[in-house]
Every structure is written in C-alpha cells, then in structure tokens.
C-alpha cells in the first residue's frame, strides 16, 4: 500500500509557506524579519534626523546675526530685528528691522483666514452633513485639487487677472497689495480647512446626530449645536493648518503683495503694499555675500518664521489628539 506525503504548507495572497521550518529556513526568516525593521527604522530616523539638521543649520546660522562681542551688542541686534521697521540690508548704513516684514506676514495671514475659515467651515459642513454621499464624492476631490496647482500659477493669476481688477472696480491705486494676496492665500488653505474640519465632523458619527434628532433638534440646530461643539479639537486644528499653510507660502505673496517693506497706515488699510519675510527671504538671498549681517539676518527671519510654525504645529498636532480621543472614546 503506497502512502501519499501529505502537503503540511499553508496557502496565503498565492504564497506556499510550510507549517514545519527547518532551522536554516527558520533563521533566514528572522534575519529578513530583523533586517526590514532595520529598514524602516533607518528610513524613519533619516527623515527625523533630516529635520534636526534644518533646525540645526537655520539656527546656528541665525544665530551668527546676533551674536556679539558683548551682550549689550546681542540685545540691541535683537531689538532692532523685532522693533525696527526700516528693512535697508543694501544701504550704506545698513538697518536690519524686520518688524514690516512681521507685520506684513500677519496682514496677509489674517486676510487670508477672514476669507478662509468662513468658507472652508461652510463647504466643511456642506459635504459632512447636508451634500449626498455621491456629490461629497464629487466635491471634496475637486476641493482637494486645489492644493495641487503649483503656487506660481495662483501668483500669475493675482498679477494678471485680481490685480487689474481691483484697480479697476476698487478704485485702488495698485492692484499687487496685501488684499490680492490675501485673496490667493485664502483659495490656496481653503483645501486643508475643508479636509480637515469635513473629517473632524464626520469622525463624531451618526449615532450623535440621530440621539439629537431624537430630542426633537432640526437638522441645522443639531448641526450647529451638537457636531460642531463635538469637532471643536479638528475644526480648530484645521485652522491652525491653514494658517500654516498661508503663513509660510513664498511665490504668491512675492508677486502679489506689492514688495514695500512698510506698516500699512492707517493700520487696517489692507489695500497697501506689504512685504512678507518669505518674499524676503526668497527675493534677497540669491544676491545676498555669504557670511554678511544680510544673509545672516535673512536667515533670522527665517528662524523666526520656522519659530512661529513650529509652535502652530505643536498647537495643531494637539488638538488633532484631543479630537482622536473623544473619537475612540465615544466609540467605546
């Protein structure tokens, strides 16, 4: 009688693997197991250590800016940086005052929220509660798309289409100011607001809103009442991402936002010219000596600017935890 060897493997996504290893085979099988979480360990800590490294380079050089001989010399720099708002590196008696700069980055910023928020929050509610499930399969990837068109394309279009515009139907004496700006920042984080506060809503579940309904709340008392209160942590959070997002583009506001280094006057005339520490940055430091108090104060404001969105990242990162707790823990 002629016994067949029974087949002791299991068949997995078309893969023969035996029950029964060999040591050889049992050990190579740790050392590809070992040698991938090497892998991956190596490709996460060359992203950490890429990071560190940015910080590291924009900070010691920054630091060259305000580095003296004395400390009185280093406090003074500083104050001149943060108080000053004549921005003349090139003049004979160069001033390095970056406090336009600062101000001009929150003008642009701050527009480009009052447009944004209100807009992104409204299109947010729109596809979390209101739209179908096949037009929010339709809209939100059309929103998203915005993201993807390259920031030169928005300044051309400030330069060529809004600013004659503005000069025109506004009346205003030039067209690239911080409004235009404005105007282009808040299209460019309307996609980050929208994505990210229509998932915070849509993270709280039905079973809220259906224990509203059940209460007698309509549908817009339940929307205003119950899911927004509940998305608070992501809505602001998706905020907080879109001013990032405003606060650290570089090609719109280059072209769009005039290039005068000034305070507007008086100060909520957002129709003046402004200049941003990113258009700083990017239009100076092509032409700028290596190793001068110009690059190093171009790279100060540059470690200002990482400074202020680093802490609105930590800030944002925060409330993203806080809205993914009450999401499992109303699971739960």
Same mark, same amino acid.
């Given at each position: 009688?002629?016994?067949?060897?029974?087949?002791?493997?299991?068949?997995?996504?078309?893969?023969?693997?035996?029950?029964?290893?060999?040591?050889?085979?049992?050990?190579?099988?740790?050392?590809?197991?070992?040698?991938?979480?090497?892998?991956?360990?190596?490709?996460?800590?060359?992203?950490?250590?890429?990071?560190?490294?940015?910080?590291?380079?924009?900070?010691?050089?920054?630091?060259?800016?305000?580095?003296?001989?004395?400390?009185?010399?280093?406090?003074?720099?500083?104050?001149?940086?943060?108080?000053?708002?004549?921005?003349?590196?090139?003049?004979?008696? +160069?001033?390095? $005052?970056?406090?336009?700069? %600062?101000?001009?980055?929150?003008?642009?910023?701050? #527009?480009?929220? &009052?447009?944004?928020?209100?807009?992104?929050?409204?299109?947010?509610m729109f596809l979390s509660d209101i739209a179908p499930f096949a037009i929010r399969q339709i809209c939100k990837p059309v929103i998203e798309i915005l993201a993807a068109i390259p920031s030169v394309a928005y300044g051309f279009f400030a330069v060529l289409v809004v600013a004659p515009w503005l000069q025109t139907h506004l009346g205003l004496t030039t067209g690239t100011n911080a409004l235009n700006a404005s105007i282009m920042l808040a299209i460019m984080a309307v996609p980050t607001i929208v994505s990210v506060a229509d998932?915070?809503?849509?993270?709280?579940?039905?079973?809220?809103?259906?224990?509203?309904?059940?209460?007698?709340?309509?549908?817009?008392?339940?929307?205003?009442?119950?899911?927004?209160?509940? +998305?608070?942590? $992501?809505?602001?959070?998706? %905020?907080?991402?879109?001013?990032?997002?405003?606060? #650290?583009?570089? &090609?719109?506001?280059?072209?769009?936002?005039?290039?005068?280094?000034?305070?507007?006057?008086?100060w909520w005339n957002i129709a003046s010219a402004v200049r941003t520490m990113t258009a700083t940055i990017a239009g100076d430091m092509g032409e700028t000596v290596k190793g001068s108090d110009h690059y190093h104060a171009l790279f100060m404001a540059g470690f200002t600017l990482l400074a202020m969105t680093f802490i609105l990242n930590l800030v944002s990162e925060y409330f993203l935890s806080q809205a993914k707790k009450i999401s499992v823990a109303k699971r739960k």
């Open positions: 009688m002629k016994f067949n060897k029974p087949d002791i493997s299991i068949k997995a996504a078309g893969f023969a693997r035996p029950l029964l290893l060999t040591p050889a085979e049992d050990i190579r099988g740790w050392l590809f197991m070992h040698a991938g979480r090497l892998l991956f360990f190596l490709i996460t800590c060359t992203s950490v250590v890429s990071v560190f490294l940015i910080f590291t380079f924009i900070t010691r050089e920054a630091f060259g800016f305000v580095i003296c001989k004395t400390p009185i010399q280093t406090l003074g720099r500083l104050w001149e940086f943060f108080t000053s708002p004549r921005w003349y590196p090139e003049a004979q008696q +160069a001033e390095f $005052g970056a406090l336009s700069l %600062i101000v001009g980055s929150f003008y642009v910023t701050s #527009g480009a929220l &009052m447009l944004a928020v209100p807009a992104g929050l409204l299109a947010a998932d915070a809503m849509t993270a709280t579940g039905t079973y809220i809103r259906e224990a509203s309904y059940a209460l007698g709340a309509t549908r817009a008392e339940t929307l205003i009442k119950v899911v927004i209160p509940a +998305a608070h942590s $992501g809505i602001i959070a998706a %905020i907080i991402l879109g001013m990032m997002r405003a606060i #650290g583009e570089t &090609m719109v506001v280059w072209m769009a936002a005039g290039n005068a280094s000034q305070i507007p006057a008086p």
